[in-house]
């Protein structure tokens, strides 16, 4: 099993990083990912949810109203990451099977939640997904 909370939104390649996870997973194993999607409530980190007005005039009313800068800045260190992509590029490897996606956080939301655009991004909060290895 290989184990990855809360790191997809802070690499420049997600996709890369999955192959990564993958590759280093035998196969039968299970591969954990979750993420905090961007268009979700705490998408900008310390200077959620002001994100949805922008990132720099987020991170601008940060320093603001802490007086220190932010430690995320979208594009560097913070991505833009999004459900209904992840899940798309997810399902088209033929490396991993999707077991579970479904909100990390809310886990009494129906899974039909994931599955519905727009709505996922927002109530998901933080993505689960288990994946399965494909044999070679």
């Not at 099993?1 to 993958?22: C, K, R, Y």
Request: hydrophobic share 40%; proline share 7%; charged share 20%.
């Amino acid at each position: 099993m290989t184990f990855s909370s809360n790191v997809l939104e802070h690499v420049a390649d997600p996709q890369t990083f999955l192959s990564e996870l993958a590759r280093v997973t035998r196969p039968g194993g299970l591969i954990y990912v979750s993420f905090t999607n961007w268009l979700s409530p705490w998408g900008g980190h310390e200077w959620a949810p002001w994100h949805y007005f922008g990132a720099e005039r987020a991170r601008a009313r940060y320093r603001r109203r802490t007086g220190k800068p932010a430690k995320h800045t979208l594009g560097e260190n913070l991505f833009a990451v999004h459900i209904g992509a992840t899940l798309r590029q997810v399902r088209a490897r033929d490396d991993v099977t999707v077991v579970v996606a479904r909100s990390r956080y809310w886990p009494f939301l129906d899974r039909a939640v994931v599955k519905a655009p727009g709505i996922r991004e927002l109530a998901t909060w933080n993505l689960l997904l288990i994946l399965r290895r494909c044999p070679p």
